[in-house]
């Protein structure tokens, strides 16, 4: 019973600390202003979390666990680079939509000011999604026996920078230019230059 009181303690935090992420840009998150909107004490928070970074940590676990969770079950399921390259596309640019607090967090954005590490580990996580493409980009010619345009480093690099700005654009229109908003479109252009 405390197991489960203390995990959802954890959840709350992490909710309100994405909730506060989306609702102030601009404005950093303190712990008595996080304390707040849980509606516990700042000690409460200490209790579940050492510091102010291991709940940004925290939210970045979820965004890895959830990512690359998905990740794996299309790359199970889909075995064509293109259909899985778009995919993957779409999941991370999708996630960023309905989650706008994280998108925040992993444009970098609500993370200026904060240690080195948060920022380490956002750097991290787009380098995850590289390597994803770079996989499906590799197993192309075996799988499909057809040769990549170009060189699959740079092909994946291509992809990921621009996921990493549909994302940085979403957060600097404040929400309003959604990533999904061209993603059939951009990605007819991507698939004839890169997979056809």
Not at 13 to 31: F, K, S
Not at 52 to 64: I, N, S, T
Request: charged residues 30%; aromatic residues 8%.
């Amino acid at each position: 019973m405390t197991t489960r009181k203390r995990s959802n303690r954890k959840q709350e935090i992490l909710q309100a600390l994405a909730t506060m992420l989306e609702n102030n840009p601009g404005e950093r998150i303190t712990t008595a202003k996080l304390a707040e909107a849980v509606g516990v004490t700042e000690a409460a928070l200490y209790r579940h979390f050492p510091s102010k970074a291991r709940m940004f940590e925290g939210l970045l676990d979820f965004v890895e666990e959830t990512l690359f969770s998905r990740i794996n079950k299309i790359l199970e399921e889909d075995k064509m680079s293109a259909s899985r390259s778009l995919k993957i596309a779409q999941l991370v640019l999708l996630f960023a939509e309905k989650n706008p607090g994280i998108s925040r967090m992993i444009s970098g954005e609500a993370l200026m000011g904060e240690q080195l590490r948060l920022r380490t580990r956002v750097t991290s996580l787009f380098e995850k999604i590289e390597t994803q493409f770079k996989q499906v980009l590799r197993e192309r010619p075996m799988r499909e026996g057809k040769d990549l345009v170009s060189d699959d480093n740079v092909i994946a690099n291509l992809l990921t920078s621009w996921i990493e700005g549909q994302i940085r654009q979403f957060v600097r229109s404040d929400f309003k230019h959604l990533p999904s908003q061209h993603l059939a479109k951009q990605w007819q252009l991507f698939h004839r230059a890169l997979f056809s």
